[in-house]
Structure formats: structure tokens, C-alpha cells
């Protein structure tokens, strides 16, 4: 049974910078369902968008793969002994406990999961790369290096599908989806604190950028073509493809 995420259900005297630590591995998956509106949705298209990249005998990088959601699956997805799926986090406390996750399913295509940041893993015969809101935690001026990096791992036709929460480029708009996120998180038993807490938590944490931002930013690196097949309020994924 998943725990109630309760993290911020009490005022706080400082609310610190929001981390991936033992509290919030306790209650991620209970916290990803309430705060980002299509999650199953998004994983679940992971494994359908695997079964037209992925080729045998090649690579899948899950880079940021908090308790393997994504990784699984693309494990389930594909043909048996297709590929190898690594499943890297920076946190050491969801690694310890995506290792466990993995290892309580027999899996048709293996998921080794390693400890590390996402800007120093080796990416080489790759036919998928999966950052499944991620890249939004790594620093903006590192960004363009690591997604150059996957894109130089991937084989010709492989992909990269990049989910994120999105800025909308104008004040007013960006403050309506804002409104209408934070109305999906009431509607899903945050209150009124907790919604307020979690904001301050993030905000210098997760720093967002506009779709058109990222769209000119995988095109520098050589993808040859973007196509965001999901939106929902101020969140999106995105298969950016290797030609």
C-alpha cells in the first residue's frame, strides 16, 4: 500500500529546498499521482513509444528514474532480451529503494539501476533515452551539454522522450496554467497549505523553461525533429528524434 504524501501538512517555521530524500522516496508514488496531472498516462506511453525505437541488442537510459516507473515499463514493452535498461538517480535514498522495486518483478528485458547524476553517465548504443521530468532539476547552464551528450549516444532513429513541467512564455497565461494546477493538486486533497509549501520548496529547485526553449535546444544539439504528443495545464512530453 502506497503511503499518503503528508510532507507539507503542517506549517512550517522555514520550508528548506525541496529534496528527493527518505521522506519523499516514502511517499512518491502516492505524491507523483496528485501532483502531475497524466503520469500513468505519460509512463504508460513510454513503453509504446519503446516498442518503435527500441532495436535489439541496444540500450535504454532512464536518467533520473526515481523508483522506475518508466524503466518498467519499457522492460514490459518489448519483445523479450531486446535491450538492457539502465536506471541511473542522484538520490541515493531512491536508488536504494528503486533496487528493491526491481528486483520483487521477473522481467523480460533486464533493469540494472546505478547511483549518479544524470550529466556524468556514458551514453553509448542507445535506441531510447527516457528523462521522465528531470532534466527540470539539472542546472539550466548544464542542460544543453547533457542532452548534446545523449543525443551523440543515441543510434541513428533513436529517441529521446523528455517529459517537464513547462513555462508558458507569457505572465498571464503561465498564471493560468499555474491556477490550474494548483486547482488539480486541491482536487486531489492537498489544501490550501500544502500547495503553498510545496511551491516555496520549489522554486528555487525546479526551474522550468518555455516549450520553445527546449524545442530550439534540441534542435542546436542535432535532433531532427520535436514532437510534444502531450500537454496537460503546464506540463508536457516530448520525443525528440535522432535522424
Given at each position: ?9 503542517k506549517a512550517l ?46 540500450v535504454v537510459y ?182
Amino acid at each position: 500500500m502506497k503511503k499518503h504524501d503528508n510532507i507539507y501538512a503542517k506549517a512550517l517555521n522555514k520550508v528548506d529546498d525541496f529534496k528527493f530524500d527518505e521522506s519523499v522516496v516514502d511517499v512518491f508514488p502516492d505524491m507523483i499521482q496528485r501532483s502531475v496531472p497524466g503520469y500513468e498516462t505519460i509512463v504508460h506511453t513510454i513503453g509504446e513509444l519503446a516498442k518503435i525505437a527500441v532495436t535489439p541488442n541496444t540500450v535504454v537510459y532512464d536518467l533520473g528514474c526515481s523508483l522506475g516507473a518508466a524503466s518498467l515499463s519499457v522492460a514490459r514493452a518489448v519483445p523479450n532480451d531486446t535491450c538492457e535498461i539502465i536506471g541511473v538517480d542522484a538520490s541515493e535514498a531512491m536508488v536504494e529503494r528503486c533496487k528493491r522495486v526491481v528486483q520483487t518483478f521477473t522481467l523480460p528485458n533486464p533493469i540494472v539501476i546505478q547511483h549518479g547524476f544524470a550529466q556524468s553517465v556514458e551514453i553509448k548504443n542507445a535506441s531510447l533515452v527516457v528523462m521522465n521530468f528531470t532534466l527540470q532539476f539539472i542546472p539550466p547552464a548544464d542542460r544543453e551539454a547533457l542532452l548534446k551528450r545523449i543525443y551523440d549516444g543515441l543510434n541513428p532513429g533513436g529517441m529521446l522522450v523528455l517529459s517537464e513541467k513547462i513555462r508558458h512564455p507569457t505572465l498571464t497565461g503561465n498564471e493560468l496554467l499555474v491556477d490550474l494546477h494548483h486547482q488539480f493538486k486541491r482536487d486531489n486533497g492537498y489544501s490550501e497549505l500544502e500547495v503553498s509549501q510545496k511551491r516555496a520548496a520549489l522554486e528555487k529547485v525546479m526551474l522550468t523553461d518555455t516549450f520553445h526553449e527546449h524545442d530550439t535546444r534540441l534542435r542546436k544539439v542535432g535532433f531532427t525533429d520535436v514532437v510534444m504528443w502531450y500537454k496537460c495545464y503546464n506540463f508536457t512530453s516530448m520525443v525528440a528524434i535522432k535522424g
